[in-house]
């Protein structure tokens, strides 16, 4: 399992079975990227990028109330997904009891487009854009300016599971 070639709603169901604390969300945030990058008058690099963020929080009730732990990483492999849930475990049972603990929601339906694949930009989002920034640079250069700047345009898709049920995309 990689962060390329697996599902986030996979990863979202595949963390939530291996947790073993009394509550578990877990957040996968899909991100999509597309930028320009520009430095005197002339366009220098341009691309486009994927990344995942993985959050787990994991919670324990105790006699005194319920404690979290949160642990977040970038690019989680299939080996280091059950040492995240772990340390999000770890962390809630070395952590004091949160005074506004609530229970975890319940009974709301799956959102429909949870096993969708997340929103991808491209670079044609910078189709009219780049021809302009060539008029700039040409009218900057003429007027003995230079210009240095850059374009960036980034959707996240957010897929959140929890151990009560609720299965959510944004």
């Not at 939530?16 to 578990?24: E, I, T």
Request: charged fraction near 20%; include cysteine; hydrophobic fraction near 40%.
């Amino acid at each position: 399992m990689s962060a390329r070639t697996n599902k986030p709603h996979e990863i979202v169901e595949r963390a939530l079975a291996l947790s073993r604390a009394d509550g578990c969300v877990v957040i996968a945030d899909e991100q999509s990227t597309a930028n320009l990058r520009w430095a005197g008058n002339a366009l220098t690099t341009n691309g486009v990028t994927r990344g995942r963020t993985l959050t787990v929080v994991a919670t324990v009730d105790g006699k005194e109330g319920t404690a979290s732990g949160v642990v977040s990483r970038s690019a989680v492999t299939a080996d280091e997904l059950e040492p995240l849930v772990r340390a999000a475990e770890a962390a809630a049972r070395g952590a004091a009891p949160a005074e506004d603990a609530q229970p975890l929601v319940t009974g709301v339906p799956e959102s429909p487009d949870f096993t969708d694949a997340p929103a991808e930009t491209s670079s044609a989002v910078f189709a009219d854009f780049a021809p302009a920034l060539g008029e700039s640079f040409a009218r900057a250069r003429a007027g003995g300016r230079e210009l240095y700047g850059f374009a960036n345009h980034e959707l996240v898709s957010t897929y959140v599971g929890t151990s009560t049920g609720l299965r959510l995309r944004h």
